[in-house]
């Protein structure tokens, strides 16, 4: 069973941790926590650096962004502590936060402790072993797609976060401030990114409510239990969460369901097991999104071609990192042709019609 568990592995060069300062700050700010540090770091993830610390007998995760990127809200480790002790009022699947230091001469940025919530994380090639037959796959997919629901169904204004965003005029603004951000990222000419963008900030919606925002779910921010797998022990990654129209939410993780009838470049670029026998289509994950938390997802074509643009600048925002040689992860220097296929897939959808790619 251990074997299946998500593991760290040696820090990636470049992304070292100078841990006799930390330990130094752990004296003082957590003296629970002090002792001499062992690191190891998380190796999937594409935006904040994620780190393992043994500290005796006791394993915490350390946050922190990546070298190289400016203070934008998705890298403000304040803005995430907050939200997830804020959230753990409410939810309790989400990993206990433990300290926050502001102080950047600790380790050159801003980061926060959290409690490790050990679990099988699921990937595109899930974990050598694991039995993941038909009926499993189903059940993983429904219990996604509802626990999707119960987020934006938490009292966010019991849990303080009221003022975590905007909601009014949420969608407008979003689509604004990717397309800046893909601006500000560009480095080739996709003209389907371009075209994603004009059709976005033309088609906007009425807006479906207000609630809290996960902003980034799908399979590999999720810690499964192994003995009973389709159950979830914790959703992590809060650093986008955010108030706003949750269909925005539902949006970017359709954008992240690749499908088995998918183009074999999307395929290629999937983030879960999605593409396995037994899995929910996209137009299945929304039916039953409709029928757990009663919206209306008439206009879901919208919020479909949004999660699969926003997606696309995430992915140049990072190979523009790589480019500009902030990062050396060798894993995005193949992410120019990721960003085409999504752009692809966002110009079909918006070619078949109103539901955008979503059918019915």
């Given at each position: 069973?251990?074997d299946?568990?998500?593991?760290?592995?040696v820090?990636?060069p470049?992304?070292?941790?100078?841990t006799v300062?930390?330990?130094?700050?752990?004296?003082?700010?957590?003296?629970d926590l002090?002792g001499?540090?062992?690191?190891?770091?998380?190796?999937q993830g594409?935006?904040?650096?994620?780190?393992?610390?043994?500290?005796?007998?006791?394993?915490?995760?350390?946050?922190?962004?990546?070298?190289?990127?400016?203070?934008?809200?998705?890298?403000d480790?304040?803005r995430?502590?907050r939200?997830l002790?804020?959230v753990a009022?409410?939810y309790?699947l989400?990993?206990?936060?433990?300290?926050y230091?502001?102080?950047?001469?600790?380790?050159?940025?801003?980061?926060?402790l959290?409690?490790?919530?050990?679990?099988?994380i699921?990937?595109?090639?899930?974990?050598?072993?694991l039995?993941?037959?038909?009926?499993?796959?189903?059940?993983?997919?429904e219990?996604?797609?509802d626990n999707?629901a119960a987020?934006?169904?938490?009292d966010?204004?019991?849990?303080g976060?009221?003022d975590?965003g905007?909601?009014a005029?949420?969608?407008?603004r979003?689509v604004?401030?990717?397309?800046a951000?893909?601006?500000?990222?560009?480095?080739?000419?996709?003209?389907?990114?371009?075209?994603?963008?004009?059709w976005?900030?033309a088609h906007?919606?009425?807006e479906?409510?207000?609630?809290?925002?996960?902003?980034?779910y799908?399979?590999?921010?999720?810690v499964?239990?192994p003995?009973?797998?389709?159950?979830?022990?914790?959703?992590?990654?809060?650093?986008?969460?955010?108030?706003?129209?949750?269909?925005?939410?539902?949006?970017?993780t359709?954008?992240?369901w690749?499908?088995?009838?998918?183009?074999?470049?999307l395929?290629?670029?999937?983030?879960?097991?999605?593409t396995l026998?037994?899995?929910?289509?996209?137009a299945?994950?929304?039916?039953?999104?409709?029928?757990?938390?009663?919206?209306?997802?008439?206009s879901?074509?919208?919020?479909y071609?949004?999660g699969?643009?926003?997606?696309a600048v995430i992915?140049?925002?990072i190979y523009?990192?790589?480019?500009?040689?902030?990062?050396?992860?060798?894993?995005?220097?193949?992410?120019?042709?990721?960003?085409?296929?999504?752009?692809r897939?966002?110009a079909?959808a918006?070619a078949?019609?109103?539901?955008?790619?979503?059918d019915?």
């Amino acid at each position: 069973m251990a074997d299946l568990l998500d593991q760290a592995q040696v820090v990636r060069p470049g992304e070292e941790l100078d841990t006799v300062r930390l330990a130094a700050y752990l004296a003082t700010a957590a003296p629970d926590l002090a002792g001499p540090i062992q690191v190891e770091q998380f190796p999937q993830g594409y935006s904040n650096l994620t780190y393992l610390l043994r500290l005796g007998g006791r394993e915490v995760v350390l946050r922190r962004p990546p070298f190289g990127v400016g203070k934008g809200s998705a890298h403000d480790m304040g803005r995430e502590y907050r939200t997830l002790a804020g959230v753990a009022q409410v939810y309790p699947l989400v990993p206990r936060p433990l300290v926050y230091c502001a102080d950047e001469t600790v380790l050159g940025a801003p980061f926060y402790l959290m409690e490790r919530v050990p679990g099988v994380i699921l990937r595109a090639r899930p974990p050598a072993g694991l039995d993941l037959p038909p009926p499993t796959v189903r059940r993983l997919a429904e219990a996604t797609i509802d626990n999707l629901a119960a987020i934006h169904a938490l009292d966010y204004e019991a849990a303080g976060l009221g003022d975590l965003g905007h909601p009014a005029g949420y969608v407008g603004r979003q689509v604004m401030g990717w397309t800046a951000r893909y601006t500000r990222a560009r480095t080739d000419d996709i003209p389907e990114i371009e075209q994603a963008a004009g059709w976005l900030a033309a088609h906007i919606p009425p807006e479906a409510g207000a609630t809290l925002l996960h902003n980034d779910y799908k399979y590999d921010n999720l810690v499964l239990d192994p003995a009973a797998l389709p159950r979830i022990r914790a959703v992590l990654d809060w650093e986008m969460a955010t108030i706003g129209d949750p269909l925005m939410d539902l949006g970017t993780t359709l954008g992240y369901w690749v499908q088995a009838d998918d183009p074999p470049e999307l395929r290629a670029m999937r983030f879960g097991p999605t593409t396995l026998p037994g899995n929910l289509t996209r137009a299945e994950l929304v039916q039953r999104y409709a029928q757990t938390s009663g919206r209306d997802v008439s206009s879901i074509g919208f919020y479909y071609v949004y999660g699969l643009f926003k997606i696309a600048v995430i992915a140049q925002q990072i190979y523009a990192r790589y480019r500009q040689g902030y990062t050396q992860d060798a894993r995005f220097a193949g992410l120019r042709p990721a960003i085409q296929a999504l752009g692809r897939t966002a110009a079909q959808a918006i070619a078949s019609g109103r539901r955008a790619g979503v059918d019915d």
